[in-house]
Structures are given as structure tokens and as C-alpha cells.
């Protein structure tokens, strides 16, 4: 019942930043987690990001932790992800997600709806 599709990713020097928007169709978007994923090409995908339904609560990868923020418009049933100080290990594909239930949100297991993915490059 829920359709993702990301966009703003791209190729950026180390240190510069992007800010990624995940666009959700349906009228429950408030209602939903919305998380981001990233996969890099010979790894699995792994947690960055989340934000719950009234967009006032958010958790990070520690690795991304002061670097990234998530937040979400519910009326315009789109969520972001700005990211400033990108490290070249920050390259990968990333995914944002949603999630009707969620206890372990670092699990990709957890979350029903996914989005295509948008490409980040990072060069050194």
C-alpha cells in the first residue's frame, strides 16, 4: 500500500555534503517508520537512519551519528536525509524504507516497503 522512490544522490568530493528525499505514496505516511539503508558493492545492506511516525524521535549508525540528519514532511509525504562530511566510505546505494511495526530498527528485516535506491559516491 506504500511506494517509495529516492532521488538527490550523486557524485561529491569528500567533506561535501547531499540530501537524499525519499517520496511516499498513499494517504498513511504519517503512520509509518521511514528508515534509510545504504549497500556498498561487495557488502550487505546496513542500517544508517530512522525516524518515527510524528518525525520526533530518530536514531543513527554510529557511523553516520553528527554527520547525517533523517526528518520527515508528512504532508508532503516525503522524507529526507541531509548529509554533510561525506567520507568516501560513505559510497554506497541507498534505500529508504517503512515500517508498520518496529522493534529492532537497525534490522532490515523489520521494515515491509522499500524504495529503489539512489546512488552516493564520495570520492577522496
Known amino acids: 500500500q506504500v511506494q517509495l522512490v529516492e532521488s538527490g544522490g550523486g557524485l ?6 547531499l540530501r537524499l528525499s525519499c517520496a ?7 503512520s509509518y517508520f521511514m528508515g534509510w539503508f545504504r549497500q556498498a558493492p561487495g557488502k550487505e545492506r546496513e542500517f544508517v537512519a530512522v525516524i518515527n511516525w510524528k518525525g520526533e524521535s530518530t536514531y543513527y549508525a554510529d557511523s553516520v551519528k553528527g554527520r547525517f540528519t533523517i526528518s520527515r ?6 522524507m529526507y536525509l541531509q ?22 530498527a537497525y534490522r532490515a528485516s523489520q521494515y515491509e516497503y522499500w524504495g529503489q535506491g539512489t546512488q552516493v559516491t564520495v570520492s577522496s
Not at 561529491?12 to 555534503?17: N, R
Not at 514532511?73 to 516525503?78: G, R, V
Open 12 to 17: 561529491v568530493q569528500a567533506g561535501g555534503s
Open 24 to 30: 511516499a505514496s498513499g494517504r498513511t505516511f504519517r
Open 83 to 104: 548529509m554533510n562530511s561525506l567520507k568516501p566510505e560513505d559510497t554506497a546505494v541507498y534505500y529508504c524504507a517503512a515500517a508498520t511495526n518496529l522493534r529492532l
Open 73 to 78: 514532511d508528512n504532508p508532503k509525504n516525503t
